[in-house]
């Protein structure tokens, strides 16, 4: 089994930043792949970004040159630094562990205020 933990979620002003961390402990080693997804009200989840252990990563359209996912082995922890925040980024923000079987984080809220 894999825990995933996310934090850093928050109200911010729209143009701000913030840093979501999400935390992997347990079976670790089994995770090929890790990612952000978030879903707004009314809306489905959608993928973020995401990294693969090589190094990979990924970005949808909308925050593509806003948005860095990154990763520290050391810690097992995955990042991801938001900038330029805008109101439509408004949402539960996940963090997804892909291997073998499929792990999720319990949310953390990001609310951009305009």
């Known amino acids: 089994q894999v825990q995933l933990v996310e934090s850093g979620g928050g109200l911010v002003q729209a143009g701000g930043s913030l840093r979501l961390s999400c935390a992997a402990s347990?079976?670790?080693?089994?995770?090929?792949?890790m990612g952000w997804y978030r879903q707004a009200p009314g809306k489905q989840r959608e993928l973020v970004a995401d990294?693969?252990?090589?190094?990979?990563?990924n970005y949808a359209d909308s925050v593509k040159g806003r948005f860095t996912i990154s990763r520290d082995g050391a810690k097992n922890t995955v990042y991801l630094q938001m900038n330029s925040l805008k109101p439509d980024d408004t949402a539960v923000y996940y963090c997804?562990?892909?291997?073998?079987?499929?792990?999720w984080g319990q949310g953390t809220q990001v609310t951009v205020s305009s």
């Open positions: 347990g079976v670790i080693f089994s995770i090929r792949k």
């Open positions: 990294i693969t252990n090589g190094g990979s990563t």
């Open positions: 997804r562990g892909r291997g073998p079987n499929d792990y």
